[in-house]
């Protein structure tokens, strides 16, 4: 009876380490999942600046376009030989 009842208090405390192990490595993947969405809310952000960045150099590089096209509507336009 009492190998029996030793047998127990070894599982249990078994179990107990073992849960203690498992809240630790709950704990550490909860750290890594906020240090993960943080990660990619800044990712989110970057990628927001970056294709509002695009966006602004598009439409510089076509009012630039725009502008060359109106220059060269104003230039006279070739003489004719008659």
Known sequence: MWKTFVG???AFLGMTR???EHRLAIKQLEE???DNDETLKLLAQEMRHIREMEALERD???L???R???RLKELPGPKRKK
């Open 8 to 10: 127990w208090i070894a």
């Open 18 to 20: 073992e849960l203690e």
């Open 32 to 34: 890594r999942i906020r």
């Open 60 to 62: 510089k590089q076509l």
């Open 64 to 66: 630039k376009v725009e």
């Open 68 to 70: 060359e096209i109106t």
